[in-house]
């Protein structure tokens, strides 16, 4: 009897300690301290006041004098290389180009003649040569009136849009007098000043090869890519400052016309900065990598990261802005531990 009450007073004392031993043997999530990455690149723009203008532009007028038939176009209309703008009432000039012809025909089949008599020496070389003379004017003469009928119609020379018009149908108009303008609104131009005391500071050739972005006024939201066109080698002696313009396509949806105010945003400076990694953060490093724990805040546990150093020891490559990277007791943790943000007054 004593025996089997021994036994149950071992069997007791045994469980006492598997459930003090189980209790202990608990995780314990240990606290770290961590500092999170920073932007380590910033941009500083530099920006200018600007206008639209056209790239390409044309004044169209009717290289002959005459009544405004038709004016097919209005402003705004968009219109297409080799579409026909506006015409001329033709009558004088078909007339006159039916006369032309008939004089050239008459020509052409005396001269024809006259050059099979010259072959058998039945007329002189003075005859023959005024047959030709007179032959020729009558080309030249056709040609003329050809070209201007031609004339009577405005042709547009590029793909873009009517900017203005200054006819109207039924207004006698003159030869080269303005009838309508032509922009070409794809490719635009935004041009802008530049004062001389920025240019003699950062240099022509920098402000050259900067890179560039519009936004209009009227879309602050939009972010236009630029490309730099060209800058003035002598500055404006009123204003102090050098003329400069740059390149845009236009965006689809949106409709830009000259005069419109923009800004030009020149990339002055892209400076890189470093994150600080504390000694005590690492948990190897040699000349060109180095070993750090980042934090999961998903998962509240810590795996290993490879960085890339420079030859100064700043790291380059490896870490993304917002990472937690543990800062201190590296030594005492393990890839995939468990742990938790070490807190101080509520901040890391």
Not at 286 to 315: A, H
Request: glycine fraction near 6%; proline fraction near 4%; charge should be negative.
């Amino acid at each position: 009897m004593m025996r089997f009450a021994a036994i149950g007073l071992s069997v007791l004392a045994i469980a006492g300690c598997n459930k003090a031993n189980s209790e202990i043997s608990e995780p314990v999530v240990k606290p770290v301290k961590l500092i999170e990455v920073p932007n380590v690149q910033s941009e500083r723009y530099d920006a200018f006041i600007a206008n639209i203008d056209a790239t390409e532009r044309a004044s169209l007028s009717f290289q002959v004098a005459g009544e405004v038939e038709e004016l097919l176009i209005h402003m705004g209309s968009e219109v297409t290389q080799g579409d026909v703008l506006a015409k001329l009432d033709p009558t004088d000039y078909q007339l006159a180009y039916q006369a032309r012809l008939a004089e050239f025909n008459l020509a052409k089949t005396a001269f024809q003649r006259a050059e099979k008599l010259h072959a058998k020496k039945l007329i002189s070389v003075d005859t023959y040569d005024q047959h030709e003379a007179q032959y020729k004017a009558a080309s030249a003469s056709l040609e003329q009136a050809k070209t201007d009928l031609d004339y009577t119609q405005i042709i547009a020379p590029f793909d873009g849009v009517v900017s203005i018009t200054f006819g109207k149908e039924h207004q006698v108009v003159g030869a080269n007098q303005p009838v309508l303008n032509v922009i070409d609104n794809g490719i635009m131009d935004v041009v802008f000043t530049i004062p001389v005391s920025y240019a003699e500071q950062y240099g022509l050739e920098h402000i050259e090869s900067s890179s560039f972005h519009v936004v209009m006024d009227s879309h602050s939201g939009v972010v236009i890519p630029a490309q730099f066109k060209e800058i003035s080698t002598k500055p404006d002696s009123d204003t102090n400052s050098y003329s400069a313009s740059v390149s845009i396509e236009r965006p689809k949806l949106m409709n830009l016309l000259p005069g419109m105010t923009a800004q030009v945003k020149l990339l002055n400076e892209t400076s890189q900065r470093y994150v600080q990694i504390n000694d005590t953060a690492w948990v190897s490093k040699n000349e060109t990598t180095g070993e750090l724990y980042r934090f999961d805040q998903k998962s509240q546990t810590i795996s290993p990261v490879q960085v890339q150093l420079d030859s100064n020891g700043n790291v380059i490559a490896g870490l993304n802005t917002g990472d937690l990277i543990v800062e201190a007791g590296v030594e005492a943790l393990l890839p995939g531990q468990q742990v938790k943000a070490w807190t101080k007054e509520g901040g890391i």
